[in-house]
T-cell receptor, first 113, second 114 residues
Framework: EADIYQTPRYLVIGTGKKITLECSQT?????MYWYQQDPGMELHLIHY???????EKGDLSSESTVSRIRTEHFPLTLESARPSHTSQYLC????????????FGQGTRLTVV | KNQVEQSPQSLIILEGKNCTLQ??????????LRWYKQDTGRGPVSLTI?????NTKSNGRYTATLDADTKQSSLHITASQLSDSASYIC?????????????FGRGTQLTVWP
């Protein structure tokens, strides 16, 4: 069982609300990622980090922002949620070395109404 | 363009039968290939990871193969169980400047019937 946790597991909110999806890992991993996944589709990278104070945007254009103030914590924030943000959000972490396994959290299923 | 294609898109088999899932990729320069199992509504869980020099790796009833020349991989599941019902995702990592970017296939949805 991987030591990476996401909260909440499920979230239903109204349009225009600000939300933060939490992701924490206790493995001391330097690399952390946020992916977005729609049903039956591949995971798309939206943000990643190589360590504290390092954040980069991924492939998928996203209106979300991330921060990495502590190694173990990588929260994702949506300033104003819209129905188009409805999706599953997966957080992952890995060591810096290339051939290491990426561990995924259980995901947050977000629904914006 | 770096891509990962999986086939079939979905597969139904009877409990106890074997099956093979396919993955073709165009990711370059290649670093490693991973197979993940994703249960509905959960995060993916790693099954195997193979580098360029490895052409087969097993994890219990799961055996992955890699042909880096033809850029193909397969995942063979032996004596399937009901708990094998899940999406199986092929993921390829590159050796680019981003220290191992991951490219994901759409997965093969496997259903095992009793």
């Amino acid at each position: 069982e991987a030591d990476i946790y996401q909260t909440p597991r499920y979230l239903v909110i109204g349009t225009g609300k600000k939300i933060t999806l939490e992701c924490s890992q206790t493995m001391g991993h330097d690399k952390m990622y946020w992916y977005q996944q729609d049903p039956g589709m591949e995971l798309h990278l939206i943000h990643y980090s190589y360590g504290v104070n390092s954040t980069e945007k991924g492939d998928l254009s996203s209106e979300s922002t991330v921060s990495r103030i502590r190694t173990e914590h990588f929260p994702l924030t949506l300033e104003s949620a819209r129905p188009s943000h409805t999706s599953q959000y997966l957080c992952a972490s890995s060591e810096l070395e290339v051939h290491t396994e990426a561990f995924f959290g259980q995901g947050t299923r977000l629904t914006v109404v | 363009k770096n891509q990962v294609e999986q086939s079939p898109q979905s597969l139904i088999i009877l409990e106890g039968k074997n099956c093979t899932l396919q993955c073709n990729y165009t990711v370059s320069p290649f670093s490693n290939l991973r197979w993940y199992k994703q249960d509905t509504g959960r995060g993916p869980v790693s099954l195997t990871i193979m580098t360029f020099s490895e052409n087969t790796k097993s994890n219990g009833r799961y055996t992955a193969t890699l042909d880096a020349d033809t850029k193909q991989s397969s995942l063979h599941i032996t004596a399937s169980q009901l708990s094998d019902s899940a999406s199986y995702i092929c993921v390829v990592s590159d050796r680019g400047s981003t220290l191992g970017r991951l490219y994901f296939g759409r997965g093969t949805q496997l259903t095992v019937w009793p």
